[in-house]
């Protein structure tokens, strides 16, 4: 049976709403006042620095009281990331965060809620709390660092890792075949699915900006190079000429395209519904394919995630997806409050007094 | 008014039983109701299949509710029926052992076809036979005189007809019994107001029932139970896991802090899921979460937040939630764990009660990891098991055990309602300030800096200006919370968080025992919902001359401070369990004291003769060996 939630479609909180933001007239926050004074314990070059450094640069420029900002992490070398940043803080265990954070961000509408996570973390020993904070499209920022290994075990292979990839635990080479996050999280109905790198301060920012003013799940998919089990992993699209040619910048409205102008591909449709790149000289009379991350459909974001390759031969970057859908937690606390509204207020101790009486009582003098 | 003779008695146990789908639990549960509102004191257990509807007319598909009640004071849902009503020969074959010669079988001999009798092993007809000579038989058609009895409602067919045959049934119970039928007609009201034919049909057909043993001569006697003495009060008749959420709603409520309950459904647990989602209004909420670990998550990152975090399950539940129990140890946040037990391992008996996760509760995690575990002892008492549970979270911050069992959450008693203004004061105080100064001068916080006299570190929920801080699963440096792996600080950390636990002792009352004369030997000592069976044995064993002393068992750890003392003063010390002998293993341990074990794990709740027996033969000073484990598996003994 299903039956009208009794919720409005249009009126639910937008963006950051019901976080209690700084005032105007307040100074601006600094990167420093992020910065808790825990010393960072991460191998020198690990991309992990990089992507502190934008989370505690950026931060700031939202506006909202740090006390209201809270990271949960689960287990990794990405999960020590709170500790490095002077708001709240869990450093949970492995691959719960978003379950842990699910309940921390329906009962405190009043916070902004971030997980940090990597590829083991959230693809395979939580695969499954990703998947449903996704499509319950809980407000939530999961920013999940993409490394393609394991590196606080020191060296196995992650669910992200490439087919036949030798590593300490498959000295023959490994025979799992690899998720690929995006595609995932689109099949997982998420409303938010972006992709961005560790090298790329700026893509980044921008990316954690427009998550940040998501209201839903958003989940930012960020290339991270690990220089000790997995050095060089992305090296291929962080060349300065080879990214030219290989990083598919997705931007809104604009047809999707790839190379440098003398050697410009264009994204068209091909016949069975699949994507493929052609020179810009041949795309006259194809469907070039624009994009568009508002749109309801998920085809098109799907087939665009499919692109990838282990090759790296085109590497979308950006967002993916960005739509509207009520939040779970928005929802769940619209049926609270909807209960308390219809029954006239709060519950004092007469109205708890009459719930455990029932109906069906007697008296015995 | 009825010309038949009428017979007083001080007690009565009725069995319902039938197919998984002839509503005996519903049967049950109304005639309960009809007996509460008379003022008999009562006690409850239904037993019922885990197959939602088993193949109709066998063995595994019977259902049954048992329903003790007296003009005195119930302790247990009664050892053997007086009663038993079965509607179909499954039904007659799986509880006749259970009946003592002399009882009265009232049985549906509709469903006694060659089919059915065949499907159960019967050759002949029991009805017929002389197999059940030694019992008092009432063959009654309840089938065809429930369709006849309809016949006027054209309407319905005979399908649904046949099925109001469980108020025929419970019309003649409640005419046997002097039971007032209001109520049930005011249920029936609610529960069919959108079918005012088939409402109309179950109302005729308990009228049916009524008049068929008020002018049959084959009921020449009817009965009368008296009300009980009961304290003075107003009372309902509760189940064990409505009166556990009722408890957690108003210990909430009295903390002042929200009440948030991850979980995900198990059987016996789900009744408080259910129950709960449908309190919002008390500002309640409830998440349905895509499997146990993510249940206790929520529950947890919502302690985090400040509210009162809750998750609801069975054994195989807490096993995977047991990573997260330890986070919540490291943590130091409050947590409430409900494990309503069931038989075990693994699957083991879904809808089977049975005492075996106390080891669990008490150890089942990594590293040193003291939990505090609260037991109610029946099933109004999970109220106050509730509020207990969230006063030992929030007071220690620290996960709490709640152990309740299949038979306390299914089971029911009368319940004399408190009122919620006179229930203890719970609330909660939150960090606000900081708690200390840096060595600049400056204020700061640090999480772990601990209450002197609970060992209890301060609970400072996001939101909170001036108190950020992290925390984790790592270990901790003693007062700033900040990361270490000292070897020093971690010995230190783990005997705080066990003296934390410890500390709980001072602020529960001290084991009381029940000795009236002083000079008992042997002490029977429970916990849990072995309560009403203990005390009924006990009484037993009093009423034939004999002298034993019993005490009860609310808080298995940390235990109250004069257990020690309590287990010293007797000679001998029976433990029963439905276990393997938990409880006796953690106090032998504990005491140096050599109890003795009395186990069982049927699924069922222990017979009072049964016990009783067993504290005759150990207060005769019997062998150690007739109350091992092993000898008293009835096959063995």
């Known amino acids: 049976m299903t039956t009208d939630l009794g919720m409005p479609s249009t009126g639910l909180p937008r963006g950051t709403a019901g976080v209690p933001r700084l005032p105007d007239d307040a100074a601006r926050q600094t990167k420093r006042e992020f910065t808790s004074d825990q010393e960072v314990r991460w191998c020198p070059g690990c991309g992990d620095y990089a992507i502190l450094a934008a989370v505690q640069g950026f931060l700031p420029e939202l506006g909202l009281r740090r006390e209201n900002i809270v990271f949960v992490s689960g287990i990794g070398c990405s999960s020590r990331f ?236 950006g967002i993916f997806r960005n739509v509207d859908r009520p939040t779970y937690d928005d929802l769940v606390r619209a049926q609270v409050e909807a209960a308390i509204d219809t029954a006239g207020g709060r519950a004092g101790d007469a109205d708890l007094d009459a719930l455990i009486r029932g109906r069906d009582t007697w008296t015995v003098a | 008014m009825s010309s038949k003779s009428v017979q007083q008695l001080d007690r009565v146990v009725i069995r319902f039983a039938g197919d998984s789908g002839d509503g005996m639990q519903l049967t049950g549960d109304r005639f309960t109701s009809e007996t509460a509102a008379l003022g008999n004191d009562l006690s409850t257990l239904p037993n019922f299949p885990a197959e939602i509807r088993a193949p109709q007319g066998t063995l595994p598909g019977v259902s049954s509710f048992q329903l003790h009640f007296a003009d005195h004071d119930v302790l247990t849902p009664g050892d053997a029926p007086d009663v038993l009503v079965a509607m179909n020969p499954a039904a007659l074959k799986a509880n006749l052992r259970d009946l003592p010669r002399g009882a009265t079988i009232i049985a549906n001999t509709d469903e006694f076809s060659k089919r059915n009798l065949a499907k159960v092993g019967y050759t002949e007809n029991p009805l017929e036979d002389g197999t059940l000579d030694s019992w008092h038989v009432h063959s009654v058609a309840l089938t065809s005189i429930t369709v006849e009895a309809l016949a006027k409602f054209d309407s319905l067919s005979r399908k649904d007809k046949e099925r109001a045959k469980n108020m025929f049934a419970l019309g003649l119970l409640s005419w046997m019994y002097h039971r007032p039928t209001t109520g049930t007609e005011a249920f029936l009201a609610t529960k069919f107001g959108a079918r005012p034919d088939i409402l109309a049909a179950n109302l005729a057909a308990l009228k049916a029932g009524l008049n068929y043993g008020e002018t049959t001569e084959d009921f020449a006697v009817s009965y009368e139970i008296a009300p009980a003495t009961m304290p003075a009060g107003t009372y309902r008749n509760i189940t064990g896991n409505v009166a556990l959420a009722f408890g957690l709603v108003t210990a909430a409520h009295r903390a002042g802090i929200p009440l948030v309950l991850g979980s995900y459904p198990i059987t016996p647990a789900s009744d408080i899921l259910h129950t709960l989602s449908g309190l919002k209004r008390y500002g309640v909420t409830t998440l349905q979460a895509e499997d146990e670990i993510a249940g206790i998550g929520a529950a947890l990152g919502a302690s985090f937040g400040g509210a009162i975090g809750v998750t609801t399950t069975s054994g195989p539940g807490v096993a995977l939630k047991s990573e997260t129990i330890g986070l919540a140890v490291s943590l130091e946040l409050p947590l409430i764990i409900v494990d309503v037990q069931r038989g075990g391992p693994s699957t083991g008996l879904p809808t089977k009660t049975e005492q075996s996760d106390l080891l669990q509760a008490m150890f089942g995690r990594n590293g040193e990891s003291p939990v505090p575990i609260v037991a109610p002892q029946s099933p109004a008492d999970c109220f106050d098991a509730g509020l207990e549970a969230l006063r030992i979270a929030t007071t220690y911050r620290t996960p709490v055990f709640l152990l309740s069992d299949g038979y306390l959450a299914n089971g029911s008693e009368p319940w004399a309602i408190p009122s919620v203004a006179d229930l203890p004061d719970l609330t909660v105080e939150f960090a606000t300030e900081p708690n200390a100064t840096d060595d600049k001068g400056g204020a700061v916080f640090h999480p772990y800096l601990r209450d002197e006299a609970t060992l209890a570190r301060p609970w400072a929920v996001p939101g909170t200006a001036g108190l950020e801080h992290r925390i984790g699963g790592i270990e901790k440096a003693n007062i700033t919370g900040n990361i270490s792996y000292d070897p020093d600080n971690h010995d230190l950390m783990t005997r705080l968080r066990a003296a934390k636990v410890e500390r709980i002792a001072d602020t529960i009352g001290p084991l009381e025992v029940d000795d009236p004369s002083g000079e008992a030997s042997v002490l029977v000592l429970g916990w849990g919902s072995t309560y009403g069976p203990i005390a009924a044995a006990v009484r037993s064993v009093r009423n034939s001359g004999g002298t034993v002393a019993r005490a009860h068992l609310r808080h298995l750890n940390p235990f109250p401070a004069n257990t020690g003392d309590v287990l010293r003063r007797y000679d001998r010390v029976l433990v029963p369990e439905m276990n393997m002998g938990q409880l006796a293993l953690l106090l032998r341990a504990r005491y140096l004291v050599d109890v003795h074990s009395f186990t069982q794990v049927r699924g069922l709740p222990f017979t009072t003769v049964e016990l009783a027996d067993a504290i005759m033969s150990l207060a005769r000073g019997a062998d150690d060996d007739s109350i091992s484990p092993v000898a008293t598996h009835r096959g063995l003994a």
């Open chain 1, 82 to 317: 709170p500790y490095y940043l002077d708001t709240y803080g869990m450093h949970s265990i492995h691959g719960r965060a978003p379950a842990i954070a699910t309940g921390l961000a329906t009962s405190r509408p009043d916070l902004s809620v971030w997980v940090v996570t990597g590829d083991g973390d959230a693809l395979s020993i939580g695969g499954n709390h990703l998947i449903h904070a996704l499509r319950r499209n809980v407000n939530l920022k999961i920013l999940l660092f993409n490394n393609q290994i394991y590196g606080l075990t020191k060296g196995q292979y992650s669910p992200t890792s490439e087919l036949g990839k030798v590593t300490k635990s498959t000295p023959m080479g490994s025979v799992d075949h690899p998720f690929n996050p995006v595609s995932l999280a689109l099949g997982a109905e998420a409303s938010f699915v972006a992709r961005t790198m560790d090298s790329d301060r700026k893509h980044l920012t921008e990316i954690l900006r427009a998550a940040a003013e998501h209201r839903g799940t958003a989940l930012v998919e960020i290339y991270q190079n690990c220089p000790i089990f997995n050095d060089g992993a992305f090296d291929v699209i962080k060349d300065r000429t080879e990214q030219e040619a290989r990083i598919v910048h997705l931007a809104d409205g604009h047809p999707v395209q790839v190379g440098p102008e003398a050697a410009r591909q264009v994204l068209v449709r091909a016949a069975g519904g699949s994507l493929e790149f052609v020179p810009e000289a041949e795309a006259q009379g194809r469907e070039v394919v624009v994009h568009d991350a508002a749109a309801h459909d998920p085809t098109q974001a799907f087939a665009l995630s499919r692109l990838d390759s282990p090759q790296m031969t085109h590497v979308p970057m």
